[in-house]
């Protein structure tokens, strides 16, 4: 396939899905979660790491490869070959157990990570795009009272919805050594919040059910950047940063407080409000990561947001600035091996533990995990005798914890197993033999 002919098809896909995002924001979000920490903010927070950095605890300010995407500091993305070609895309199963002074529940959960594209444009600037969740909503709670007058009284709380991410990375490199990137991004998804309060159908009494609904769309940007320093026999260090400013979400919301008994529906308030807005706070990075070049790579990250000051449709929310601190390690025995397999598997490993942006019953949430992950090459059988392709398979496990039964609160104790594709193909090559 010509240059020009490639590229052409790059701009159709960017116009294809500049020409979707009005309708998007109207798309049911997928429930990749089910947790009753989801009732606050914009949702529950999904892992936005790749297959290679969320094996690696998350890891990404100072994270760069030719083979694998880093969505978190598109920065990173100028360490993708000139003649390289990649295309990712994962999905996950996630089983939490949730636990209370006396109760206990266990739910499984499929879900789609994200896909996403990286290629380069020129020598100097490369670009990606894509689409992965950012937050879920997925809750249902219900508590039961007695009353001697009404009965028993059942109080229902459900959520669901959530905000997906549709975005286009590009990175340069002015100067040798120094990356500079940015993300825009289209943020879109529906969020809604119901509580009834339901009275036996024989009492005198009505009940009532109140729902609160927001269409989420519009634009966000962040930067990132990094210093990749070559040093002697292979090594490297690379440090990086990332930065998002206060964004000031468009939103369309919808309030309704019925109430119903005895076969009548009323409808006690309704009110409509198409200018109401979702505040993201800001937030920044930074890390660093150091290594030998197809041997290892081993870093740290430090992640803090001001999630104090976020507004879920001008109402402040029970939030704390987070800080999150990450670790992980990647390990190739024999990158280039042709007669051992085992040799050129890049095993990973990570550490995560973070302040998290809850903040109950005076109590600031906290959360830690431990992934391991392996990245397994493809061979490619029409090329005998060599190295297999860039492509890899990459398996991850995540095993955790969040929140406590202190104070009434929820613990939740989590595995997830994440399997991602990451696939290849050489860029702007004209073949002389097919």
């Keep these: 396939m010509s240059m020009k002919k490639r590229f052409t098809n790059i701009l159709r896909l960017v116009l294809i899905a500049l020409l979707l995002l009005p309708?998007?924001?109207n798309l049911p979000a997928q429930n990749l979660s089910t947790s009753p920490y989801s009732r606050f903010g914009i949702g529950d927070l999904v892992n936005r790491s790749t297959g290679r950095s969320q094996a690696m605890g998350g890891l990404s300010c100072g994270l760069r490869s030719g083979t694998n995407l880093n969505l978190q500091n598109p920065a990173s993305l100028s360490g993708i070959d000139t003649l390289?070609?990649?295309?990712e895309v994962g999905g996950f199963e996630k089983i939490t157990h949730f636990q209370t002074t006396d109760l206990q529940k266990t739910v499984n959960n499929l879900g789609f990570s994200y896909l996403a594209l990286g290629f380069p444009v020129t020598k100097w600037w490369k670009a990606s795009l894509g689409i992965l969740p950012l937050s879920n909503v997925a809750y249902s709670m219900t508590a039961t009272e007695s009353n001697p007058v009404m009965g028993t009284i059942n109080y229902n709380f459900q959520g669901s919805g959530g905000v997906s991410q549709f975005f286009i990375s590009s990175s340069i490199s002015p100067i040798p050594y120094l990356s500079l990137g940015a993300t825009f991004s289209y943020l879109f998804g529906p969020i809604s919040h119901s509580r009834s309060l339901v009275i036996p159908a024989d009492s005198l009494y009505f009940s009532t059910r109140s729902v609160q609904a927001a269409i989420i769309g519009d634009v966000n940007l962040s930067y990132g950047a990094q210093v990749n320093i070559p040093l002697n026999k292979d090594y490297f260090v690379t440090l990086g940063g990332t930065f998002q400013g206060t964004s000031n979400l468009k939103a369309q919301s919808r309030t309704t407080l019925i109430s119903y008994g005895t076969g009548l529906t009323d409808t006690l308030v309704y009110s409509e409000n198409p200018n109401n807005s979702v505040i993201l706070p800001m937030g920044w990075a930074s890390g660093f990561t150091f290594g030998k070049k197809n041997?290892?790579?081993?870093?740290?990250?430090?992640?803090?947001?001001n999630w104090a000051e976020s507004e879920f449709l001008g109402i402040k929310d029970s939030m704390a600035n987070s800080h999150d601190y990450i670790v992980g390690l990647e390990f190739i025995p024999n990158a280039f091996s042709l007669t051992r397999p085992l040799q050129r598997i890049r095993y990973r490993a990570g550490f995560r533990y973070s302040e998290s942006y809850l903040q109950l019953r005076g109590s600031q949430l906290t959360e830690l995990g431990i992934t391991f992950g392996?990245?397994?090459?493809?061979?490619?059988?029409?090329?005998?005798?060599?190295p297999p392709t860039r492509s890899t398979l990459n398996i991850i496990l995540e095993l955790g914890k969040r929140g406590t039964v202190k104070n009434d609160l929820i613990r939740e104790t989590f595995g997830s197993l994440t399997l991602q594709l990451s696939l290849h193909d050489y860029w702007f090559i004209k073949r002389k033999y097919d």
Excluded: E, S
């Design 23 to 25: 309708g998007l924001k």
């Design 84 to 87: 390289n070609f990649v295309f």
């Design 295 to 305: 041997k290892f790579t081993a870093g740290f990250d430090y992640r803090t947001q």
């Design 374 to 386: 392996a990245g397994f090459p493809i061979l490619d059988r029409t090329q005998r005798g060599t």
